[in-house]
């Protein structure tokens, strides 16, 4: 070869380098505008939460039960379904003033009636407006039938649609849906959750409806569009290492051979560049790549830890309304194979043992029995009190967080998950299980994304203060980028930038 041609041929490492910053430049131009969009919505995530009816929220808001209504039992209840398996839920309350057993089953969600004993197989538009009016107490404006919309697109919603959407004459405007086909109340969202949700979770998520009903092409998109935009924001955090000089500084003095717009860009970058590196990796790890870092949980857990019959005992109705006097709800589980009944909405959970209808309070030999028995082949190496939160049980404090209760019990065993099962020692039931997986998953995710980090958790205003700060951050890198990438696209003399040389 020529001297001469070998002198025109760049070295790979001078290519590299230009390739890198092509890169970095085109992923800008591209999705900065997603990055500021992602800080800005998070922000507002941590103060208005995702639509959602839990238990908590069911409970709360329930009428207590009308015992002298109450003329079928659980187990008369339970067998008008003839289901060949226990429920995974059985619960009974109040709905528009009428007791009402509810199942989750195998087939789905069922309803029967605690007054008449007839299943439930539909409720028309008339019952849906009493069952959302008395919920709220408030009269109705408006009843639609919808399949989906933005609050209930979720796989975990197509199961229970379509539904009743009733917008109600309520100071906060809300929206209730009740179950077309059980009359079950399955959301609720209000004018406040909706507006602030349009600037928070649902550009966070790119959770819109047209997009989210349909789960892979949606989870798809998440994940190419933080996985391109982790990778640029490397290339970039590296530029920006490459390109400053702390012991030989510029002419002007700087760190930085760049001037305006670019010079914050850079800056700003090497100091909030991980921050947003591992909040973009830890988004695009929650999409569960190459089926992420969860746990490969045991299914069998939950149904050997409570061996349950595929009916229920009978109960006297009334020592069960003595019992449960005031309670806006009863549930009906088994626990180590023994029918219970746990009364819920009247202060602390109350346990009764189902074939006598006396109080009882599992001791800890007991529970660790069951435990040892849903977890064969497995050791018992470990069981702990947890009085006190710690690294892996604790509670943010943000209104998208269930509050885990305490005191816990956590059994840990030796099997190949080293999984970890946290029980409630006041009524035996399984709260969870967590295996190595899971605990990687605690830091890679929830610590990396949330920050929800052990000495921040210590003072809950102190997490807010560092997110606000490092969140600051990066929309400066991002905003900044929008503006160069704006210049690079429309380049103008006056506002190109000028290396410092």
Avoid at 42 to 68: C, K, N, Q
Avoid at 414 to 425: E, G, K
Avoid at 448 to 471: E, G, K, T, V
Wanted: charged content about 20%.
């Amino acid at each position: 070869m020529p001297v001469s041609e070998a002198r025109r041929r760049p070295a790979p490492g001078r290519v590299a380098r230009r390739w890198l910053y092509i890169f970095h430049r085109w992923t800008g131009i591209v999705l900065c505008l997603f990055f500021a969009i992602w800080f800005l919505s998070g922000l507002v995530m941590l103060y208005v939460s995702f639509p959602s009816f839990r238990a908590g929220e069911r409970v709360a808001t329930a009428a207590p039960i009308d015992w002298g209504q109450v003329h079928v039992g659980p187990g008369q209840a339970l067998a008008r379904l003839n289901e060949t398996q226990f429920p995974t839920e059985m619960r009974l309350g109040m709905t528009a003033g009428e007791p009402v057993y509810r199942f989750v089953t195998q087939a789905g969600r069922r309803a029967v009636s605690a007054k008449t004993g007839g299943e439930i197989h539909g409720v028309d538009a008339s019952r849906a407006r009493q069952i959302a009016g008395m919920l709220v107490g408030a009269p109705a404006l408006s009843v639609d039938l919808v399949d989906h919309d933005q609050w209930v697109v979720t796989r975990s919603y197509k199961a229970m649609a379509p539904f009743w959407r009733v917008r109600l004459a309520d100071a906060a405007a809300t929206d209730v849906y009740v179950s077309q086909k059980t009359g079950e109340v399955v959301q609720n969202t209000t004018a406040h959750e909706r507006f602030w949700n349009w600037l928070g979770a649902v550009p966070h998520w790119i959770y819109f409806e047209a997009l989210r009903v349909f789960q892979e092409p949606w989870r798809q998109t998440v994940l190419w569009t933080s996985g391109i935009g982790m990778l640029g924001a490397v290339a970039g955090f590296w530029i920006g290492w490459m390109r400053v000089r702390l012991a030989r500084r510029y002419k002007s003095g700087s760190v930085s051979p760049y001037r305006g717009w670019m010079k914050w860009h850079h800056v700003i970058g090497l100091f909030g560049g991980v921050f947003l590196i591992g909040w973009v990796f830890s988004g695009w790890l929650s999409m569960s790549p190459w089926g992420g870092l969860g746990d490969k949980r045991r299914a069998d857990v939950a149904s050997l830890y409570t061996d349950a019959r595929s009916g229920f005992p009978a109960t006297d109705n009334a020592t069960l309304a003595r019992a449960a006097q005031g309670a806006r709800e009863v549930r009906f589980a088994y626990l180590g194979g023994d029918p219970i009944i746990s009364i819920w909405g009247r202060g602390p959970t109350a346990l009764l043992d189902a074939k006598s209808g006396n109080a009882m309070v599992p001791d800890q030999a007991h529970i660790v029995a069951i435990a040892q028995r849903a977890m064969p082949g497995a050791r018992l190496t470990e069981v702990d009190r947890l009085e006190q939160p710690d690294r892996y049980w604790y509670s943010t404090g943000d209104l998208r967080d269930d509050s885990r209760p305490l005191p816990i019990l956590r059994l840990k065993f030796d099997d190949p998950a080293r999984t970890w099962l946290h029980i409630d020692p006041a009524t035996g039931a399984l709260l969870g299980q967590l295996g190595s997986g899971g605990r990687s998953h605690r830091w890679l995710f929830n610590a990396l994304h949330s920050l929800d980090l052990p000495w921040l958790l210590i003072w809950p205003p102190a997490r807010h203060i560092f997110i606000w700060f490092l969140s600051c951050a990066g929309v400066v890198i991002s905003l900044s980028g929008i503006v160069i990438g704006w210049r690079r696209l429309f380049p103008h003399k006056k506002t190109t930038a000028r290396m410092v040389a």
